[in-house]
């Protein structure tokens, strides 16, 4: 039986999150298989069952290493010294990153990030260049998401596109301005929960832990919100100028770009000079799982990267470029049953794609891969 042990730290000295969404959501995966799951630390404490799903064991009798891209971040000058002591050799060593800081992943610059086998990276965009390790990854589900999502299951009431956002990205303004434009059949609506604080978020304890515990992400009230809307914006990222480089921009990286700048100033459409990146979001899952059809930019004409794509149409309904006639027709096209379906398959394809267990079978079945080549 394998033994998997993940790395995170309790307390990350960059900012005050301690949610580790992609290590719970492997860690449960692991354990729906029948592997045995341990860390450097008690983590994911479940009420339900009074324990934690990662406990602590100072053992080093594991086969793979599974580390958080923020416990990396925290301990390079331990990690990183010469030799890499604390990298066994005769285990499996793997980083999960989400390529969140800007445009600047660690990965990418420092070989260092060699001495890990695999490192699975989310919001990868065709493009960039990668190292021969880095595989894409998706935040997708975790128990938590799908049985609160389940436990607030309700009627479409809602026959419009929600809108749920507190964070102004750039490209929510572009999109949110390009359907207000529109004369849609299903009109944009605010959305926004209540911005409550631990004591005021309803339902039992279990919803106040997991509430503080995902420093705020979790709130029942908004997972129902979801269910009873039937259609909801997962839109989120930045736009940057093409073509795609990494930050911080070399001499000639900023050379490359002064095109791009000019036809962006002569008026040039901007899906033709710029880019969009950190793409990836916890409502991008959480909308795929309930019951509401999402509406995000199309993957394949930004670039966007995932293990497994989504068909635009019958999983969700997407914006090609900054097309917005093109969703317009679209959706006025379409009936509330026929919105109702997409969402419905979406919901069927997150969970055989995108649930803890699928996504700890997608990261054995790669590891296969790679003993093969090797």
């Given at each position: 039986m394998l033994t998997i042990?993940?790395?995170v730290t309790p307390v990350y000295p960059y900012g005050n999150d301690h949610y580790y969404h992609e290590i719970i959501a492997l860690a449960e995966g692991f354990e729906s298989l029948g592997y045995k799951v341990i860390g450097n630390?008690?983590?994911?404490?479940?009420?339900?069952?009074?324990?934690y799903l990662i406990p602590e064991a100072i053992e080093s009798d594991f086969d793979i290493a599974i580390y958080d891209h923020r416990y990396v971040k925290s301990f390079e000058h331990l990690l990183f010294r010469k030799g890499y002591p604390?990298?066994?050799?005769?285990?499996?060593?793997?980083l999960i990153d989400r390529f969140e800081d800007w445009l600047e992943p660690k990965w990418a610059r420092d070989n260092n990030y060699n001495v890990f086998d695999i490192i699975f990276s989310c919001n990868l965009i065709i493009g960039f260049k990668t190292p021969d390790n880095v595989y894409p990854w998706a935040m997708g589900l975790t128990n938590r998401i799908i049985e609160t999502i389940d436990q607030n299951k309700t009627e479409i009431k809602n026959n419009v596109i929600g809108i749920n956002s507190r964070v102004n990205h750039e490209v929510r303004e572009i999109a949110y301005s390009g359907l207000n434009r529109l004369n849609l059949r299903y009109p944009i609506k605010d959305l926004v929960t209540g911005n409550l604080?631990?004591?005021?978020?309803p339902g039992d304890d279990k919803d106040n832990y997991f509430f503080r515990v995902t420093t705020r992400r979790h709130n029942p009230a908004y997972y129902k919100l979801l269910n009873e809307t039937l259609l909801f914006s997962t839109i989120g990222g930045y736009s940057h100028l093409r073509p795609h480089d990494y930050f911080p921009f070399t001499f000639a990286d900023k050379i490359r770009k002064i095109?791009?700048?000019?036809?962006?100033?002569?008026?040039?459409?901007?899906?033709?000079?710029?880019?969009?990146f950190q793409w990836d979001s916890f409502r991008l899952w959480e909308c795929f799982y309930a019951?509401?059809?999402?509406?995000?930019?199309d993957f394949n004409s930004w670039g966007f990267i995932l293990p497994v794509f989504p068909e635009d149409g019958k999983h969700f309904l997407g914006i090609k470029e900054f097309d917005f006639k093109d969703i317009?027709?679209?959706?006025?096209?379409?009936?509330?049953?026929?919105?109702?379906s997409i969402g419905q398959q979406g919901k069927t394809w997150a969970l055989k794609h995108y649930s803890p267990q699928a996504q700890a079978i997608r990261l054995l079945d790669i590891l296969k891969i790679i003993n093969h080549r090797s």
């Open positions: 042990k993940f790395f630390c008690n983590y994911w404490y479940i009420p339900d069952e009074n324990r604390n990298f066994d050799k005769s285990k499996i060593h793997i604080n631990q004591s005021e978020i095109p791009f700048r000019i036809k962006s100033k002569l008026g040039m459409p901007q899906h033709k000079t710029h880019f969009i019951n509401t059809c999402p509406i995000n930019f317009e027709k679209r959706l006025n096209n379409k009936t509330v049953e026929e919105i109702k």
